[in-house]
């Protein structure tokens, strides 16, 4: 199953129309999406508006593959869980979001290995073809390094930490 995910701040018609019409065209019935709040309803995809967070976890856990926006908790989530990861980041110029701060995620995450990313329908459409090649990535873990922890104490108390 490949779970597709916008999110739930605001409508991303842009990526679920493309992966609707990519499974219309190639007779895919097992991709479920989690569209938000859209006028837009797929055709050929199962969905639902809105998922509780137990359930988006267990989707992510058990699909193939996520496709999604350049959201960092659905990143990190499927980072966690070991499942691979497709993005799309929303774009600023087009009202998808309030600025290009995605842009920015997915291409930090792609940088580091950790994703694969498409910048529009065309390359979703040619990285959709190829999901099933991509590879499993290291697990991260929940817990933050004891390097970032150390950094923020630093940023925090500077030189002299309390005792």
């Known amino acids: 199953m490949i779970f597709v995910t916008v999110g739930h701040q605001m409508p991303f018609d ?7 019409e990519w499974a219309g065209a190639r007779g895919r019935n097992d991709i479920f999406a989690q569209i938000g709040e859209t006028a837009y309803r797929p055709e050929h995809i199962e969905f639902a ?6 359930k988006f976890r267990e989707l992510v856990a ?20 070991g499942t691979p990861v497709l ?5 600023g110029a087009l009202k998808e979001t309030r600025n ?10 792609k940088s ?27 697990l991260i873990s929940t817990d933050a390094s004891a390097e970032l922890i150390g950094a923020i104490r630093g940023f925090i108390w500077g030189s002299n930490p309390p005792i």
């Open 49 to 54: 508006s809105q998922i509780d967070p137990d």
């Open 87 to 91: 993005v799309m980041p929303r774009h």
């Open 100 to 109: 290009d701060h995605q842009i920015a995620t997915a291409q930090r995450f």
């Open 14 to 20: 842009r990526l679920v129309r493309a992966v609707d």
């Open 112 to 138: 580091l290995g950790r994703v694969e990313v498409a910048m529009d329908e065309k390359e979703l459409a040619e990285k959709l073809d190829h999901l099933a090649d991509l590879p499993a990535r290291e």
């Open 62 to 81: 058990n699909a193939e593959a996520v496709v999604a926006h350049a959201g960092t908790g659905t990143i990190l989530t499927a980072l966690e869980l």
